[in-house]
C-alpha cells in the first residue's frame, strides 16, 4: 500500500514537471548600443540576441506590444519608429504621421498606442496606431500633453518608462521614480514615488505587482516595489544577475518563445514515467487483489 502511494506521487509530480506551465516564465526584450535586440530569460537568467537590426547609432525608446507580439524602437539617425515582429523575426519602419521631437529616450505600449516624454521636457506624446492592414500599422494620430505633470517641474531626462494594464506610467527620470494615471481624457494624479530612484530601464511584470529594473552603466539587474523600494536581482546565491547594458526596455512577458503548447520532449519523458507509475500502481493493485482470493 506504502509502494502504491509512492508510486502514485511519483506520478503526479512527473504530471507536473511535464506542464508546460511549469516551464513558463518571464522574458524581457531590450535593445543594446549594437543595434540589437536582446530576449532576457528572467527566469533561468539567459541573455540571448534574437535579432540584429542593422541601424547604426543608439536605439531608444522600446516599446513592446503584446497584443501583436512587436517590439517598437526609435532610431536617432532618420527619427524613424520601427518595429521587429516576434513571430516572423522582421522589422519594418512605421508609416503614417511622424513622430514629433527628434528622438525620445523612453517608451511604452499602452491601449494601443505608443507613449513616450520628450526628452528634457514635460511634454507626454501619445502616437496612435492604425492596426487596419494586417502586419503594417500605421501612425494614424499623435496627441501631446504639455505639463503633463501638472507641477513646476519643466526638464524631464530618462531612465525609462512603463505603463500598467490599469494605466499607471511608471517613469524613472532625473526627478526620481513618478507615477501619472493616463487612462483618462488626460495624465492625472502624478506622485514622486521615490526621489532617490536612480535612473534605471524599467519594466513591470506580467503581474504588474512590481518592476524589473537595470542599471544601464553596470549591466546589473534588480527588482523594485511600485515605491521604489529596490534590491538587487540574484542568479545564483550572492551572485548578482548581469547582462548586456540594453538602452532601453519593452514590457515583460510571462511566456517566451520557446514555450509551446505542447511539452518540450523532456517532459514527454516524465510524463511517460508518471503514465508507467500509475499503471504499474494499477498492476500491484490487481495481482494483490488475485493473491488475496487464492
Request: charged share 10%.
Amino acid at each position: 500500500m506504502k509502494s502504491g502511494r509512492l508510486l502514485c506521487l511519483v506520478a503526479f509530480v512527473a504530471f507536473l514537471w511535464a506542464s508546460p506551465s511549469a516551464f513558463a516564465g518571464s522574458y524581457l526584450f531590450g535593445v543594446s548600443d549594437d543595434g540589437k535586440i536582446h530576449q532576457v530569460n528572467l527566469t533561468d537568467f539567459v541573455d540571448t540576441v534574437v535579432f540584429n537590426t542593422g541601424l547604426t547609432g543608439l536605439l531608444n525608446g522600446a516599446a513592446w506590444d503584446d497584443t501583436n507580439g512587436r517590439l517598437f524602437y526609435r532610431s536617432p539617425q532618420d527619427s524613424n519608429l520601427y518595429f521587429w515582429t516576434r513571430a516572423n523575426n522582421t522589422q519594418h519602419v512605421l508609416g503614417g504621421q511622424a513622430l514629433p521631437a527628434a528622438f525620445n529616450a523612453n517608451a511604452s505600449f499602452y491601449n494601443g498606442a505608443y507613449w513616450y516624454v520628450q526628452d528634457n521636457t514635460d511634454t507626454l506624446f501619445r502616437a496612435t496606431m492604425d492596426f487596419s492592414i494586417p502586419g503594417f500599422p500605421l501612425i494614424s494620430n499623435v496627441d501631446h500633453f504639455d505639463n503633463f505633470d501638472g507641477t513646476a517641474l519643466t526638464s524631464f531626462s530618462f531612465g525609462d518608462i512603463a505603463i500598467s494594464n490599469s494605466g499607471v506610467l511608471y517613469g524613472s527620470s532625473n526627478y526620481g521614480l513618478f507615477s501619472s494615471i493616463i487612462s483618462g481624457l488626460t495624465p492625472a494624479q502624478v506622485r514622486i514615488l521615490s526621489p532617490s530612484f536612480g535612473l534605471r530601464q524599467i519594466s513591470l511584470d506580467p503581474t504588474n505587482s512590481f518592476l524589473y529594473t537595470q542599471d544601464y552603466t553596470t549591466g546589473n539587474w534588480y527588482t523594485s516595489d511600485l515605491d521604489g523600494y529596490e534590491v538587487p536581482l540574484y542568479s545564483a546565491p550572492n551572485v548578482q544577475f548581469n547582462t548586456t547594458p540594453l538602452r532601453d526596455l519593452g514590457a515583460t512577458l510571462s511566456t517566451g518563445p520557446q514555450d509551446t503548447a505542447l511539452p518540450e520532449p523532456a517532459a514527454w519523458q516524465s510524463l511517460g514515467l508518471g503514465l508507467f507509475a500509475f499503471s504499474l500502481f494499477g498492476y500491484n493493485r490487481k495481482f494483490g487483489h488475485r493473491s488475496a482470493n487464492r
